[in-house]
């Protein structure tokens, strides 16, 4: 299987769904020509033209719906959001059309929306390019809402999502669209949106984690099974809505142990729905409390380099806390 870096998984998906299905286009913020300001794009607007691969205005909440209207109207828009960060004009057309619609039209009316979105911190993008917004958006019944933190899952997931009847959000961890690199089939494939994936299996202890901290959570599983002989699983969700309620209290029944990473902030933050599961359906299987590893409870990720790498947790900082929880 060919190598690709995470940008190109999610450009390839994209490329390999318009040649699909003629309903589907790509819809944001200087996504034509000039192929988006991380290139996810880069190329479609030569291969698709501008009435598949369409320039928008700076305006998120007409982005997001004129994608709704296409949907309703049976298309199959990608909507970009050029940052996570600005998807908060679109709010109510997110949580108060897109999601609802299904429902109150008693199934009548669909919304086969994709909502593609970079997020999280790590590129120096200070507070309005680094942030967090997926616990806003889990609480809203109606979304799906899937994060990758592979190449193989970033085309899979986003086909699926494509390919999905009602709204989903898709948000791209930034730092690693191009740090992240893995094999990726040539040929069609899919991945279901819902299960979880088992990064790494293990006996002693359980992390818990999505995007770029499922990435940093394997790492830092690897570092602490060389130096201290720990025998860590790790979790990566991918999907946070609907929630794999099953592989999670799966892993915390065989190890007794749960740590839960995200890079937002960490009160409230999506980390903490996954706590509550954990002690209400597992409490019996512990042997430790359940710890949450995230960033601080300021207002943002800092521009500066040292302060931002204070706020993000990384691969030692996850070692540390695995370290921790294992010596209860």
Not at 106 to 125: D, F, K, M, S, T
């Amino acid at each position: 299987m060919p190598q690709m870096t995470l940008i190109d998984a999610v450009r390839i998906a994209m490329d390999e769904e318009l040649a699909r299905d003629p309903r589907v286009f790509i819809t944001g913020e200087d996504v034509g020509p000039r192929g988006g300001v991380f290139r996810a794009t880069q190329g479609l607007h030569a291969k698709y033209g501008s009435t598949r691969v369409v320039d928008s205005p700076l305006a998120e909440l007409s982005i997001v719906a004129i994608g709704i209207g296409a949907a309703l109207a049976e298309l199959r828009p990608i909507c970009e959001i050029q940052f996570a960060d600005f998807i908060h004009p679109a709010f109510n057309q997110i949580v108060s059309e897109a999601a609802r619609f299904y429902y109150r039209s008693n199934g009548q009316w669909r919304v086969p929306l994709v909502i593609r979105a970079p997020y999280g911190g790590g590129i120096a993008g200070g507070l309005y390019h680094s942030q967090s917004v997926e616990a806003f958006f889990a609480h809203v019944p109606g979304l799906k809402i899937v994060v990758p933190s592979t190449p193989y899952d970033a085309k899979g997931l986003l086909k699926s999502a494509v390919r999905d009847p009602n709204p989903v959000l898709f948000f791209e961890p930034k730092k690693g669209y191009r740090a992240i690199k893995g094999d990726v089939p040539d040929t069609e494939y899919t991945v279901p949106i819902g299960p979880a994936r088992v990064a790494r299996q293990g006996r002693d202890l359980s992390v818990f984690a999505y995007g770029m901290m499922a990435h940093y959570a394997a790492q830092a599983a690897e570092k602490v099974a060389r130096e201290d002989g720990l025998d860590v699983e790790v979790i990566d969700l991918r999907t946070l809505l609907p929630l794999d309620k099953e592989a999670i209290l799966s892993s915390v029944k065989k190890t007794s142990k749960a740590l839960i990473v995200y890079e937002d902030n960490k009160t409230m933050g999506y980390g903490a729905e996954v706590a509550a599961l954990i002690v209400d359906e597992a409490f019996e299987y512990l042997d430790a409390p359940v710890k949450r590893l995230a960033g601080p409870d300021v207002p943002g990720v800092p521009y500066s380099h040292p302060m931002q790498e204070y706020f993000m947790p990384n691969p030692d900082k996850i070692a540390s806390a695995i370290r921790d929880l294992a010596a209860y």
